[in-house]
Every structure is written in structure tokens, then in C-alpha cells.
Nanobody, 129 residues
Framework: QLQLVESGGDSVQPGGSLRLSCVAS????????FGWFRQAPGKEREGISC????????HYADSVKGRFTMSRDSSGNTVYLQMNSLQPEDTAVYYC??????????????????????RGQGTQVTVSS
């Protein structure tokens, strides 16, 4: 069974940091584009970062650029999202997702909505003083 599981969400004060993890099981992340998106109560989903493993092209939304960084562990099955300088507006449920894209060299927003897409169940991040 194809599955993504996020973890690492927590409550932090403004200016704090968190690292989210996304573990893939049942499939290899290769041949997919991978991304993180978030959704705050009453707001639209916002794609915040993505990567094409084919070219290692990465994209970050302006709202997180310079503060958030993705990385992948040596096994290739876990992707991290390091989040620094967190602000109250970063409060949301964070999801990781993949879309099947074996020939894609770039990405913009990955929601896992494609025919072979997968997304996790989400992890809550709360930034508050």
C-alpha cells in the first residue's frame, strides 16, 4: 500500500523552529514530484515547497522562502521540512504529497491529486506566544 506519514508537528513560539518528517512506504519516491502543502482553518490549501527528484529542481513559495528547507535522507524514503523563524501565520496542518511525474524536470505545487498521487494525513503546526 502506498503511504506517506508526516510527523513532527508541535506548538512553538514565534521565532522558533520545527522539523517535519514525511516517510514513504510501499513505494519509491523516485519518478514522483514531491511537495509540502499546508491548510489553515478557513483558508485555501497553499503549496509551500516541492522538488523534482529527476533534476533536484526545488521550488519554495514566497511566504516560506529563506525560512523553510527540504532535505532527503540517505535511504531516500524520508523527506524533511526544516522550518525556521516560524510566525503565527505559519499555523496550519502540514501535508506531504507526491504526484507521479517520471519525466518532470520542475514543479510548482504538489497536492497528491494526480491519478497516482498520494498524500499523508497531515501534522498540526501551531505558532503562538
Amino acid at each position: 500500500q502506498l503511504q506517506l506519514v508526516e510527523s513532527g508537528g508541535d506548538s512553538v513560539q514565534p521565532g522558533g523552529s520545527l522539523r517535519l518528517s514525511c516517510v514513504a512506504s510501499g513505494f519509491s519516491l523516485d519518478h514522483y514530484v514531491f511537495g509540502w502543502f499546508r491548510q489553515a482553518p478557513g483558508k485555501e490549501r497553499e503549496g509551500i515547497s516541492c522538488v523534482s527528484w529527476r533534476t533536484y529542481y526545488t521550488h519554495y513559495a514566497d511566504s516560506v522562502k529563506g525560512r523553510f528547507t527540504m532535505s532527503r535522507d540517505s535511504s531516500g524514503n524520508t523527506v524533511y521540512l526544516q522550518m525556521n523563524s516560524l510566525q503565527p501565520e505559519d499555523t496550519a496542518v502540514y501535508y506531504c504529497a507526491v504526484d507521479w511525474a517520471p519525466t518532470s524536470d520542475t514543479c510548482t505545487v504538489v497536492l497528491g491529486n494526480g491519478p497516482y498521487g498520494v498524500r499523508g494525513q497531515g501534522t498540526q503546526v501551531t505558532v503562538s506566544s
